[in-house]
């Protein structure tokens, strides 16, 4: 469990770098960049809290999957931070690969904002039901 509960810490600090990274971004006007970024933010945080329920995946589209499975549907986290995970994702995809799909300031913000929300919601659970918590 303690190897585990170093990954989890190592992946929440990271999580928090690309937050950071996507805010750096996002302040430059380099906007497909930080929806990238703020994707990523939400990926490794929800990554820390699977490993916690004892499931690692492989894709993007697995995390996807077992988050909706293992946490939002048994009822760690509403919905809503399900949705905005699969949004980011989206973004994500269309921001990087994408060549007539362009993304806004507004656009860009409400991708951060929501990839905030999720980093602190699952920082949140990790916090009180594994006791788990990067300052």
Do not use: W
Not at 46 to 53: E, M
């Amino acid at each position: 469990m303690e190897e585990i509960k170093l990954t989890v810490v190592q992946l929440l600090k990271r999580a928090r770098e690309k937050l950071e990274s996507a805010r750096i971004l996002l302040d430059a006007k380099r906007f497909d960049d930080a929806i990238s970024r703020a994707y990523y933010a939400a990926f490794y945080a929800a990554r820390a809290l699977l490993l916690l329920l004892g499931v690692q995946v492989r894709t993007h589209e697995g995390l996807l999957s077992m988050f909706g499975l293992k946490v939002v549907k048994q009822g760690l986290l509403p919905r809503e931070i399900g949705k905005y995970l699969t949004e980011l994702h989206d973004a994500r995809v269309n921001s990087d690969y994408a060549i007539v799909v362009y993304f806004d300031r507004e656009d860009a913000e409400e991708y951060v904002r929501k990839a905030s929300e999720v980093v602190k919601a699952i920082e949140r659970v990790i916090a009180e039901k594994f006791g788990i918590a990067v300052s």
